[in-house]
């Protein structure tokens, strides 16, 4: 045999098919050996069609799991008389002849999907086949659920950071910008004023630009930084509703309050989160800003001097 071939040995190979043994101890017909095959492979159910020459070890096994069952006639063997001598010669015990007989008798009542009556290319006309995927580590669809939530629980958490950093922010620009208006009033009583290029400039109004520059300040860091964090926070979480909306429709909470931010309506006009925050920030330039140009126009008038009366006092009357 060996001169007989030209080629090195693996050319004679089989180059698609592979070859797999069933557990030692287990027999056909076993719905769960193949089963543990197509998942071993990472091949889908849906996908997969089994072939074989007998009509209840096969394809009955192959209906049992859900695979197109293909009944190789071409190849039954099993009504022969040449059988016999087979199962004589063979390893099979006389257990395992007495099993096969049952399982032939039991096999007439089966009418398989597919019939391969001559050859094996038959299988064409039904088939296509193409390679499966590497077995993947897959999860469990319940698996992936939980996985899923948690994570969607912790994008919840992010952004709901996020936001109670960006009230903070608007807090402390309310806090410092109203410690500065007091010290404004303070200033303005006492009539303090500074002398710039023969300019008269009230004090406070020094202090009303340091207000307006720090609620500058609150805003860029509030807008450009913070919302945006809250923002690609809510974002995300709103994939993960969108991706598992179907098997976990109860996880649309970001979705909802997304929609009813933007819904909000003031003085008639919508105003979604990013609107709402530069109109509070607007709103507080404005005044910063009207404050600032009324100082320059006032004229603060110092405190009132303790004064002593040059006026004699009256005289007083006397009694005759």
């Known amino acids: 045999m060996e ?4 080629h090195p040995d693996e ?13 030692p101890g287990e027999l056909k017909p076993n719905p769960r050996v193949l089963l543990d095959i197509i998942k071993d492979i990472g091949a889908k159910i849906e996908r997969c069609a089994y072939v074989g020459d007998s ?32 199962q004589r010669v063979s390893h099979w015990t ?4 007495q099993r096969e007989k049952a399982i032939t008798a039991k096999g007439h009542n089966f009418t398989p999907t597919v019939v391969l009556k001559d050859s094996f290319a038959e299988i064409f006309m039904y088939c296509d086949f193409v390679k499966f995927d590497e ?15 948690e994570i969607w629980k912790k994008c919840v958490d992010v952004h709901q950071h996020f936001n109670d950093l960006e009230m903070r922010i608007r807090n402390f620009a309310i806090t410092v910008a109203g410690a500065l208006l007091a010290a404004v009033s303070f200033t303005y009583q006492q009539g303090l004023q500074a002398q710039i290029f023969d300019v008269t400039v009230p004090a406070g109004a020094f202090l009303v630009a340091a207000a307006t520059f720090a609620w500058i300040g609150f805003f860029l860091m509030d807008r450009f930084w913070y919302h945006i964090l809250l923002k690609g926070a809510v974002d995300h979480s709103a994939k993960i509703e969108k991706r598992y909306a179907d098997a976990i429709p109860e996880i649309g909470l970001g979705k909802t309050i997304s929609e009813a931010s933007g ?11 990013n609107r709402r925050l530069e109109a509070f920030y607007a709103g507080g330039a404005v005044i910063l800003t009207i404050l600032f140009f009324l100082l320059l126009w006032a004229k603060p008038q110092p405190p009132a001097l303790n004064r ?5 006092p009256a005289a007083a009357a006397k009694s005759p």
């Open 94 to 97: 006389e257990e395992d002849v």
């Open 3 to 6: 001169k007989l071939r030209r």
């Open 135 to 149: 077995p993947a580590l897959e999860i469990e669809l319940e698996q992936q659920s939980k996985n899923a939530i």
């Open 263 to 273: 819904n909000v309506k003031i003085l008639g006009i919508k105003m979604n989160s």
């Open 55 to 86: 009509l209840f070890k096969d394809v009955a096994m192959a209906r049992d799991v859900g695979v197109l069952d293909v009944h190789a006639q071409f190849g039954e063997s099993q009504r022969r008389p040449e059988y016999s001598l087979l």
């Open 308 to 312: 002593v009366s040059t006026n004699p």
């Open 11 to 23: 050319f004679y190979q089989l180059q698609v098919t592979e070859t797999r043994h069933t557990p």
